[in-house]
């Protein structure tokens, strides 16, 4: 894996209404929307950002969004598609812990895992207004634990195989792959910004900004705990 290679997961597909995407401005109705993890393949390893959602939970949980996803948008089944396992990847790494971003965690007990380091707390006791975003536990023994929701957790999963690695600020993943800070969305959301030698690079904003649009307009999506700080991650 001598050079940088970066893959768009398909992870299926939620709903959204048009006034939750463009907070306050819309147009309203609804707007189905991509959900997508990156993989890295680098010199360094394996990195895998964010992991999706899981059918069955917002099935029971978020019906409303009305989720589309094949076996082969699950977690395992796009990495089967490039000849790769679970067992593959050495680097979770978690933008933050809404329930389309962490789904797919408990496939990856052996993996190094990453996030915010105010994320996991987060989880743990989120405001009255987060509790759908942070209502997929099964990533963390300590926030299902907190929240009284240790059946969500896949048969094997302890404090030891779900514990992170709690960073702040910008940070150098690897070579020329940088996680930006961009609170806002979350109380620890990040982009990802990955460079390459011989092309221009690539930002992914993730959830600081849902569209081209966003970043036109300065428009974040409803669901936030800072509308302040979302407009200045944009910026």
């Known amino acids: 894996m001598s050079d940088t290679k970066v893959y768009l997961l398909d992870g299926g597909s939620l709903v959204l209404d048009g006034y939750h995407v463009f907070w306050n401005r819309g147009p309203g109705g609804e707007v189905r929307f991509p959900v997508y993890s990156i993989l890295i393949e680098h010199a360094e390893g ?3 950002i964010d992991t999706g959602y899981d059918y069955d939970h917002v099935m029971k949980v978020l019906p409303f969004e009305k989720p589309i ?4 948008q699950t977690i395992p089944g796009a990495l089967a598609l490039l000849g790769l396992e679970p067992k593959d990847i050495d680097v979770v790494v978690n933008s933050h ?6 789904g797919g965690n408990k496939y990856f ?3 190094k895992k990453i996030c915010h380091r105010s994320e996991v707390p987060q989880a743990c006791n989120p405001q009255p207004f987060e509790h759908l975003g942070y209502s ?5 023994a300590e926030a299902a634990e907190a929240r009284g929701a240790t059946a969500q957790l896949l048969e094997g999963t302890t404090r030891a195989n779900s514990t992170f690695e709690g960073i702040e600020g910008d940070v150098d993943l690897a070579k020329g ?9 979350s109380i620890g959301h990040y982009s990802l910004l990955v460079e390459f030698p011989k092309r221009k690079p690539i930002m992914f904003t993730i959830d600081a900004a849902y569209t081209q649009k966003s970043l036109e307009t300065l428009c974040q999506a409803a669901f936030h705990i800072d509308p302040v700080a979302g407009v200045n991650s944009m910026r």
Do not use: N, Y
């Open 46 to 48: 394996r990195f895998l």
């Open 97 to 102: 812990f809404h329930f389309d971003h962490c």
């Open 136 to 140: 997929d536990l099964s990533f963390s």
């Open 69 to 72: 996803q094949e076996k082969h």
């Open 109 to 111: 007990p052996h993996a």
């Open 177 to 185: 792959v940088k996680l930006i800070s961009t609170p806002g969305h």
